[in-house]
């Protein structure tokens, strides 16, 4: 029997724009002011450094890190606070939420840091709908894998087949959970995958399946 829903955040609630603009613009932004520089060739020298520490590395998704490393001497908090009005939910999360959260217990399941989650939720109030915020980059993990699942199901006190999750990565938000018996879907926004099974494309969809 279903009892929670676990929801990716990026690509399923919030659109991808904010964390395009913190890494390439904002970031570049304070580096070419510290080094009286262009913008674009700070964005370069600073794309330089994402690469070398690479995407199999925790640090490169993490914003206290980078302001550190760089040297910047701005707050992360009042970053992320200043660029709030660029988060942006899709059309059909609140709806979504507000229907599903009569049946069920909701969370998020996300790969970005607690920082990045927290601010996200905080813009349209989203935090009031969710009970538990899971983050895979705060367990040490740089994705979200199968031991990621299994410990989001002891926290919670449910079996994994008692768990639904719904993303739009489909290797991380469809595959790796559906291999430990959760319920997932794949959130397809973009019809990329031709309705497969499992495939929903937008969160009303994927709404009025669980409560049909």
Known sequence: MRQVISFDLDGT???PDFNYLVWYEMVPKLYAKKQGIEFEEAKRLVKKEYDRIGENDLRWYRLDYWLEHLKLNESQEEILEKYMDKIILYPDVLPSLNHLKRRYKLVIASGMSEDFICIKLKKNNLSQFFSHIFSAISLGLIKKEKSFYLAMCRSLNVKPAELVHVGDHYEVDYLVPRKIGIEAYFLDRENQRK?????????EEFTNHLIQ
């Open 195 to 203: 309705k497969e099974a499992g495939t929903v494309n937008n969160l």
């Open 13 to 15: 609630l919030i659109k």
